[in-house]
């Protein structure tokens, strides 16, 4: 069965420091992978997705980028952290075929 | 640019009541409409996805109905338990990007014991 990781669980970072959250996906190949952000009361707002290695697309110009290293790894950084990045940082990835999209259990990060 | 609309934003009902969650979307054009479940601080659960081709779907309590034409969906639950509360978020996969989803921004529900 798949699954799907992501660490840390909750950081805190003060503003201007770098970021790095990874995600693993496990019993699946070729997945396409997203990378999400959740911030309080909203719903979630789309920041990177990958169709494949080194295959980035971004949806909304920010602090952040993304890289995809290996097939199942989802890496979220930053080179300098802003008050607005805090927030609940979710991983979720779909197979090719797949009408749904999986989620991880998220990271919360809080920038101070 | 399609928005997803979900009202009420929260809501509290005693245990054994049925409830309604609505979401509203602004473009027809979508492949599918998916419910999902977010505990505290957890990821999220899908609950029942409904291809745009369907008028509703089934699991258990929940019965998720899909009026594509008026850009609605609602989440029937039927006796409501604690178990129940959390937040329900609805997501449609528009056409034209198929390859996102494009989220509400939740109803959060507490069902009182």
């Known amino acids: 069965s798949q699954t799907i990781h992501q660490w840390p669980a909750t950081l805190v970072q003060p503003v201007g420091s770098p970021l790095s959250l990874e995600c693993t996906v496990e019993?699946?190949?070729?997945?396409?992978l997203y990378w999400y952000r959740q911030a309080a009361g909203r719903g979630l707002q789309l920041l990177f997705y990958?169709?494949?290695?080194?295959?980035i697309s971004s949806e909304v110009p920010q602090n952040l980028s993304a890289s995809r290293p290996q097939d199942r790894q989802f890496i979220l950084s930053s080179k300098k952290l802003l008050l607005s990045d805090s927030g609940f940082y979710l991983c979720?990835?779909?197979?090719?075929?797949?009408?749904?999209?999986?989620f991880g259990p998220g990271t919360r990060l809080l920038v101070l | 640019k399609q928005e997803v609309t979900q009202i009420p934003a929260a809501l509290s009902v005693p245990e054994g009541e049925n409830l309604v969650l609505n979401c509203s979307f602004t473009?027809?054009?979508?492949?599918?409409l998916q419910w999902f479940r977010q505990d505290p601080g957890k990821g999220l659960t899908s609950l029942l996805l409904?291809?745009?081709?369907?008028r509703e779907q089934t699991s258990g309590r929940l019965n998720a109905s899909l009026d594509k034409s008026s850009g609605r969906s609602t989440l029937y639950i039927a006796a409501s338990q604690p178990g129940d509360s959390a937040t329900y978020l609805c997501?449609?996969?528009?056409?034209?990007?198929?390859?996102?989803?494009?989220f509400g921004s939740g109803t959060r529900l507490l069902v009182r014991p």
């Open positions: 979720a990835w779909r197979g090719l075929a797949g009408e749904t999209q999986y």
């Open positions: 019993g699946t190949s070729n997945p396409n």
């Open positions: 990958s169709v494949g290695i080194g295959q």
């Open positions: 473009d027809s054009a979508i492949y599918n």
């Open positions: 409904i291809q745009s081709s369907q």
């Open positions: 997501a449609v996969r528009p056409m034209d990007s198929s390859y996102k989803l494009i």
